[in-house]
């Protein structure tokens, strides 16, 4: 896998997710944001990302 598509996998990805969420809350809570509700969601996806590459990489070889 090249690095283009592992840049937009764990860098690009997480940040179109994270603006989403970021959307989603600010639209409920009427523009009160809890900045630190982020970052379990941040870490939970990162990691979820990095597991499925490694398995999927081991499958391949």
Known sequence: MDSKKLFLRFIVAPIIVLVLLFLVIY???DGD???LFFIPFIIVFM???SIYFLIKKRKLN
């Open 27 to 29: 639209v409920l809570e």
């Open 33 to 35: 944001i809890n900045w």
């Open 47 to 49: 990691a979820i990302n």
